[in-house]
T-cell receptor, first 109, second 114 residues
Framework: RKEVEQDPGPFNVPEGATVAFNCTYSNSASQSFFWYRQDCRKEPKLLMSVYSSGNEDGRFTAQLNRASQYISLLIRDSKLSDSATYLCVLNSGNTPLVFGKGTRLSVIA | NAGVTQTPKFQVLKTGQSMTLQCAQDMNHEYMSWYRQDPGMGLRLIHYSVGAGITDQGEVPNGYNVSRSTTEDFPLRLLSAAPSQTSVYFC?????????????FGEGSRLTVL
């Protein structure tokens, strides 16, 4: 099993829709989790951290399920500007961060 | 507020040529790293460093050398370029030992090897 797995997509959704991505991980020792966003031909940037209790930042909600070893990202009321690739990222302490290959989202007018 | 600066942004090489991709950060981060990104492959770690004088190999180190003589700089050297090294290269840094996932990336260097 790969360390981090994501559905590559693309997810094509209309403006205003709600969309959710999951990411599964194999290392149960993973300690912290994040979602990064990467726009086309740009560098990745941190979108949000993922906490055990779940956390929300505006239209974005991230959740962690340690028992089933997955994290999720929910985007409500999708905007055209949300079109990007979303990367799932794990941190297992002092080892390098582990990146998923990303899920591509395209929001259509 | 420069952050992580990579040069050059674009480069075309011939097979067998050597070159150095430069990376500098002004955030006093202990941890620095180099990734390559290819279509369908995601980000793959080439080399990383947890402080000046310390480097380690990542997932795909072959064909690349690094050194870390200062906290600020982490150059990536291609000793004898091959077409398989055509890629987008990202340098990134963060505070070592921090559980924050905020890795700060440079804007990338697009390398083509003919």
């Amino acid at each position: 099993r790969k360390e981090v797995e994501q559905d590559p997509g693309p997810f094509n959704v209309p403006e205003g829709a709600t969309v959710a991505f999951n990411c599964t991980y194999s290392n149960s020792a993973s300690q912290s989790f994040f979602w990064y966003r990467q726009d086309c031909r740009k560098e990745p940037k941190l979108l949000m951290s993922v906490y055990s209790s779940g956390n929300e930042d505006g239209r974005f909600t991230a959740q962690l399920n340690r028992a089933s070893q997955y994290i999720s990202l929910l985007i409500r009321d999708s905007k055209l500007s949300d079109s990007a690739t979303y990367l799932c990222v794990l941190n297992s302490g002092n080892t390098p961060l582990v990146f998923g290959k990303g899920t591509r989202l395209s929001v259509i007018a | 507020n420069a952050g992580v600066t990579q040069t050059p942004k674009f480069q075309v090489l011939k097979t067998g040529q050597s070159m150095t991709l430069q990376c500098a950060q002004d955030m006093n981060h202990e941890y620095m790293s180099w990734y390559r990104q290819d279509p369908g492959m995601g980000l793959r770690l080439i080399h990383y460093s947890v402080g000046a004088g310390i480097t380690d190999q990542g997932e795909v180190p072959n064909g690349y050398n690094v050194s870390r003589s200062t906290t600020e700089d982490f150059p990536l050297r291609l000793l004898s370029a091959a077409p398989s090294q055509t890629s987008v290269y990202f340098c990134a840094s963060k505070n070592q030992g921090s559980y924050t996932g905020e890795l700060f990336f440079g804007e990338g260097s697009r390398l083509t090897v003919l």
